[in-house]
């Protein structure tokens, strides 16, 4: 059964500290890993990781892929109150029949 | 415009009552999704579909079915609605060329059975 760990499940930091959240993956024929971040509303779409070593940058976000050790870690540095959300990982896997399994998530608080 | 959507947005029904959750997509995408998303469980795969004419069970498809009437339409029924059917429901699409599968997510159905 394809698994994926997210840790923490939450986190509470103050606004201008730097973040690393952690997601940890086992399934079978690995395709890709996504990140997602939900507010209070429909996840939006972040990275998405297939190679690993390669770092994905957006602003003060950055994400990268691990496939030897099966991880994956997604910095937010300077934190703001608006970086507050779930931040959700998923990992796609299969061939013809693609599916993606998400972790529970990390409920990041940034408080000013 | 939204390029998924989903009515109704909120629901409130009773035990054994059908329901039907509607999802409309615009990004001429050829695969959609049905996800629950319940408090400390995350998102759950409900059911499938690659194509029109294409069905496949997720984890989670007991109590629920679905119909795929074209590409941009993908609905989920509850034939009779039980109370821990209560949970915040995700349409998704994705494109199926390989490196462009991202999933684009709908804004949620509210779904409360009493």
């Known amino acids: 059964e394809d698994k994926v760990v997210q840790s923490p499940l939450s986190l509470v930091v103050h606004e201008g500290d730097t973040v690393t959240l952690n997601c940890s993956y086992e399934?079978?024929?690995?395709?890709?890993l996504l990140w997602y971040k939900q507010e209070k509303k429909a996840p939006t779409f972040l990275f998405m990781l297939t190679s690993s070593g390669i770092e994905k940058k957006s602003g003060r976000l950055s994400s990268i892929l691990d496939k030897k050790e099966l991880f994956s870690i997604l910095n937010i540095t300077a934190t703001q109150t608006g970086d507050s959300a779930i931040y959700l990982c998923a990992v796609g896997s299969g061939g013809s029949n693609y599916k993606l399994t998400f972790g529970k998530g990390t409920l990041l608080t940034v408080n000013p | 415009d939204a390029d998924v959507t989903q009515t109704p947005r909120n629901r409130i029904t009773k035990t054994g009552k059908r329901i039907m959750l509607e999802c409309s997509q615009t990004?001429?995408?050829?695969?959609m999704y049905w996800y629950r998303q319940d408090p400390g469980l995350g998102l759950r795969l409900i059911y499938y579909?690659?194509?029109?004419?294409?069905?496949n069970k997720g984890e989670i498809s007991d109590g629920y079915s679905v119909s795929r009437q074209a590409q941009a339409k993908f609905s989920l029924s509850l034939e009779s609605a039980i109370p821990n059917q209560t949970a915040l429901y995700f349409c998704a699409t994705s494109d199926r060329h390989p490196g462009q599968e991202t999933q684009y997510f709908g804004p949620g159905t509210r779904l409360l059975v009493l």
């Open positions: 579909s690659f194509d029109v004419k294409d069905i």
């Open positions: 399934v079978t024929n690995f395709r890709s």
């Open positions: 990004k001429g995408h050829d695969r």
